[in-house]
């Protein structure tokens, strides 16, 4: 990154701060902002379009960008459980987390989630069916050129 854009990027920083003093408008705040990413984005494809030229020249450089790109979090960090408490072990967590994924599964809901109205008895209903007629009915009214196929992508890509 050259100095202009390292300016930028401290610019963007001190808006923030700014803002959330309220010294700095929003709109300023965002014209700032769009401004650093749009010339962030930019350099760092300068930079991946030169890696890619040079890479015949120069394959320890490339190579070293793509690992950087690679690496991974190790490690997570403290979660609360039902109760409310602070968990900071590893064996703890993974319990913690294997009881959250888990409810994915049963369908048990905890307390701190968004209950079904009870007044509804969601248990006993019929899942919404969709007739033979009305399958073919918006099939025949779908747009072909716009409409994206079986592999989910859009016929311009």
Known sequence: MNKELLGKVKHKKEAYRGWKQGQVAWEEYRETVRAARDQVRKAKALIEISLARDVKDNKKSFYRYVSEKRRTRENVGPLWNEVGDLITQDIEKAE??????A???TGKCLSHTAQVAEDRDWENAEPPTAGED???????NLKVRTSMGPDEMHPWV
């Open 134 to 140: 009305q399958v073919r009915e918006y099939l025949r």
């Open 96 to 101: 913690v987390l294997n009881d959250f994924f």
């Open 103 to 105: 409810l994915v599964f």
